[in-house]
């Protein structure tokens, strides 16, 4: 029999409201890369974060090595060579990179022999070697602030590595990578099984599980319903099980019926803060009943055209025209009641107010019309009867219903609350920018399926998505970005994913 390195059983935790998991139980092998899937808020989070010690179950024993033990803290957690990179990064901006990583283990010295100091220079020196060991090549010197998402994950594995962590837990890393970073992590994610760690992936992804995962458990509701090999089980059952229905992987769309212009962009430059252009001269329009999808790599200055369109950022040149009215230097609250919705790409920094209830979160556009504002009185009946009445259509999951704090939500039931507050205004033009961004597979076709809805009910749909399969499935019409410009627009169904892929890549058609 295989070693056994973590084994929890029969684990019962509860929240207000909720019971995140419900006598679940699972082993795990030394040196295998294992793997948690179910849906958004199905419990796969909170059963690993009882394994680093940042909840204790309510019911069930946890094993390590073969022993029982009682894990209170991320710190013994990390005592036993526990380590954890979580979906949202838990790194202090205005440090280094060293200095957070050493963070609470800072390497004892003595200034002139007695005072106590950090050895900085010392832990550049040890963390730059460690990060070209396993493939994970950083600045140490750099500050958080200055580095990319895909870096900033380098740096949270390189924290569990520093501690020596032998068990590592990866929750929903790929949700804010894009697909090269995604197969470049993945790559990393094999080298350290391949040197002895052992690997738990919290996930939703099933083409990602089918990579590099051994085994899978697969959780719904907080409930366990099975244990599989992965080599020998298709994706269509993992899903289904999953979801706890039969799931289609195709998208189902109608013919399209354009209308008028919605959306006219017209020489479109922006700058960022350096006073660069990150967009140069774009130009395109979107169509009533019209769904037109921008693909590009990150960074192509995709989010900035979205960006200004809203009225986030200024534009330093061209104009934005929303049914022939002129709303270049409009504001952002002019926008949205002319009939601009906006699903942006960070649902957390830019997309919610964390610490605000969901019944607020899901009123934020609209709570100072009436009937939630009535003489410049807020109404509270207002606010919950629309709050229950979206978190029944769209399914948000939430252990206090509308008085839940946002913050305390998983990121794709957060996801599905900006979706569903964005629906509801029913605006003439509909940007979605990554909307299906941490979602799990019954999650993606719903939204799918209200975005064709949307369309079909003759609103403009801007979408800017990483996901070629998406923008290939949903798009009516195609532009692609690339350093800034927009290389190409054309009709869909004229495009292969192979030529939008050379188009992303800069490579011109003759």
């Known amino acids: 029999m295989d070693e056994y390195i973590v084994e929890m059983r029969h684990i019962t935790k509860r929240f207000p409201g909720v019971v ?96 106590p100091s950090v050895d900085i220079k010392g832990s550049n020196k040890k963390i730059a070697e460690l990060s070209k060991r396993y493939g994970l090549e950083v600045d140490p010197r750099k500050k958080i602030e200055d580095i990319s998402v895909s870096t900033r994950q380098r740096v949270e594995i390189l924290k569990m590595l520093y501690r020596e962590a032998e068990i590592l837990i990866f929750d929903e890393p790929t949700a804010v990578l894009t697909p090269q970073e995604i197969e470049f992590l993945l790559d990393i994610i094999r080298e350290l099984r391949n040197s002895g760690k052992t690997i738990i992936l919290i996930t939703h992804k099933l083409e990602e599980i089918k990579k590099v995962a051994d085994r899978c458990a697969i959780l719904n509701r907080g409930k366990l319903v099975g244990v599989l090999d992965v080599a020998s089980t298709t994706t269509k059952t993992m899903a289904n099980m999953m979801v706890g229905r039969e799931v ?9 019926n354009f209308g008028p212009e919605v959306l006219n962009v017209a020489g479109l430059t922006v700058k960022n803060q350096d006073g660069l252009q990150v967009v140069k001269n774009v130009s395109f329009s979107v169509r009533r009943g019209e769904i037109f999808a921008i693909a590009g790599v990150s960074g192509n200055g995709q989010i900035e055209v979205a960006d200004a369109i809203t009225g986030l950022i200024p534009a330093s040149g061209g104009t934005i025209s929303l049914n022939g009215n002129d709303i270049t230097n409009s504001g952002v609250r002019e926008r949205t009641v002319a009939g601009i919705s906006y699903i942006p ?71 599905k609350a900006i979706v569903a507050r964005e629906i509801e205004l029913s605006s003439e033009l509909m940007i979605f920018v990554q909307p299906t961004r941490g979602l799990d597979i019954g999650a993606i076709e719903n939204i799918h399926r209200q975005i064709l809805a949307q369309r079909d009910a003759g609103r403009a749909i801007l979408l800017i998505s990483l996901e070629l399969d998406e923008i290939i499935g949903l798009a009516d019409t195609i532009g692609v970005m690339y350093n800034g410009e927009m290389l190409n627009i054309a009709p869909a169904e004229t495009l292969t994913a192979n030529q939008v892929g050379e188009y992303m890549m800069g490579v011109k058609a003759e």
């Open 345 to 415: 790409e960070d649902r957390q920094e830019v997309g919610l107010v964390l610490d605000f209830s969901l019944a607020e979160n899901l009123a934020m556009k609209k709570y100072f019309r009436e009937p939630f504002c009535e003489k410049g009185i807020l109404n509270n009946e207002a606010f919950e009867e629309h709050g229950k009445r979206l978190i029944e259509e769209y399914d948000i999951r939430s252990g206090q219903g509308i008085s839940t704090t946002v913050r305390s939500m998983s990121g794709g039931n957060q996801q």
């Open 248 to 256: 289609s992987f195709k998208i189902e769309k109608n013919p399209a």
């Open 20 to 115: 995140a998991n419900d006598d679940v139980s699972v082993s795990i092998k030394k040196g295998e890369i294992f793997a948690l899937l179910g849906e958004n808020g199905a419990g796969k989070s909170t059963l690993m974060s009882m394994l680093f010690g940042m909840y204790e179950p309510d019911e069930g024993e946890i094993f390590i090595r073969g022993k029982k033990v009682k894990i209170t803290s991320p710190a013994q957690a990390t005592q036993l060579n526990i380590g954890m990179v979580h979906q949202h990064f838990k790194l202090v901006e205005n440090y280094t990179i060293t200095e957070n990583i050493v963070l609470g283990q800072e390497p004892p010295s003595r200034f002139m022999g007695f005072l």
